[in-house]
Each structure stands twice: as C-alpha cells, then as structure tokens.
T-cell receptor, first 114, second 112 residues
C-alpha cells in the first residue's frame, strides 16, 4: 500500500540546534512533495513544496528540503531552530499513480527549548 | 478574503446522534477535502471532491457522507455518531487535486 513515513514522532531541541526531519514514501511514478506546519492553535499551512526542477527546495522561515528520488525521501532541514519553530510538521505526497490524492504522514511534534 | 471556514468549532454528541459539519471556501478552488486528525496518526483523508458535482472516498470513509453543495461548500455528515469518530476534523481546498491545500481552523468533535 502507498504510504508516507515520518521517522520521528517527537523531537526536542535547544535553540540554535540544527534540525532534520525524515520523510520517506512508497509511491512510484511522478510525485509532488509537501511539508506542512501546524503551529499551536493555528491552521495547517504550507512550509514548502517540490513539483519539479532543483531537488533542493527552500521554504519560509529558513526551512529547506531535499528530494532524493533514489531514496524516496524528502527530508526537512533547518540549520538553526528558534523557539518559535515549536510546531507539528507533516510531510505529504501526491503521486500520479495514487489517484492524484495527497497522503499525509503521521506528523512530527517539534519542541524547541528556549 | 476569509479563506476556508468551518462550523462549528466544537461539538459534543451522544452516540447515535447525527450532525453535519460545514465548510466553505472563497478562493474559487476546484478541489475540496475532509480530513480527520488523531494523535499519532496524522491526517487521514475521509472524502474529497475534485470538482463541483463529484465526490470520492478517501482512506477512512466509513460512517461519513459528504455533499458538494456548490463550488464553495463541502459538507460532512455523520449519520449515527460513534465514540470512534471523536477527532478533530479539517476541511481543506486547493486549486486542483494534488496542488497546495489550504486548511480551515478545524472542528473538535467529542462523541460520548
């Protein structure tokens, strides 16, 4: 079955630490990849996306993600986190072999200690 | 421009009761979605509508029905609520299937 896996359910970091959140998917074919973020008490919103072109994608607030096709991965990174990055992060994948639906991972809760 | 709006924000139901969750978007989007969010399980797609007049099942459609009333509105109905349907429900819309989705604020539902 097609799936999206996020390796860490909870991550705790101190401010200024580097962040990498893993995301792997099991789809074949052409994929569109997304990272969404849900800050406490707010809507889910788009952080960044990859459709085609440069596999290193830059998003808002200093986040970036790298699409590695051979590894079926789209990991999210930030060199130096801030307290305000405390949120839940969701990886999502849409495949042309998956009926064009977007499937979300289980999410990773990030807590940044001030 | 309100984006995606949902009503109600909170609801408590008894087992067996019915209710309809409302969703509307003012972005002229073609596709609309209903998800439920449960701890440790992320967002699971209940139903979606690729365009006005069409609806399709997602990953977890059992116990739910939907209506795409017009291009703006997409409602989710629980005919006979069960405790397993306690969750946070999110509506979303997008220009088309597979494009960026814009989410509403969610509805917290408790079924006793």
């Amino acid at each position: 079955a097609q799936s999206v896996s996020q390796h860490n359910h909870h991550v705790i970091l101190s401010e200024a630490a580097s962040l990498e959140l893993g995301c792997n998917y099991s789809y074949g074919g052409t994929v569109n990849l997304f990272w969404y973020v849900q800050y406490p008490g707010q809507h889910l919103q788009l952080l960044l996306k990859y459709f085609s072109g440069d596999p290193l994608v830059k998003g808002i607030k200093g986040f970036e993600a790298e699409f590695i096709k051979s590894k079926f991965s789209f990991n999210l990174r930030k060199p130096s986190v801030q307290w305000s990055d405390t949120a839940e992060y969701f990886c999502a994948v849409r495949s042309n072999t998956g009926g064009f639906k977007t499937i979300f991972g289980a999410g990773t809760r990030l807590f940044v200690k001030a | 421009n309100a984006g995606v709006t949902q009503t109600p924000k909170f609801q408590v139901l008894k087992t067996g009761q019915s209710m309809t969750l409302q969703c509307a978007q003012d972005m002229n989007h073609n596709s609309m979605y209903w998800y439920r969010q449960d701890p440790g399980m992320g967002l699971r797609l209940i139903y979606y509508s690729a365009s006005e007049g069409t609806t399709d099942k997602g990953e977890v459609p059992n116990g739910y029905n939907v209506s795409r009333l017009n291009k703006r509105e997409f409602s989710l109905r629980l005919e006979s609520a069960a405790p397993s349907q306690t969750s946070v429900y999110f509506c979303a819309s997008g220009l088309s299937l597979g494009e960026t989705q814009y989410f509403g604020p969610g509805t917290r539902l408790l079924v006793l």
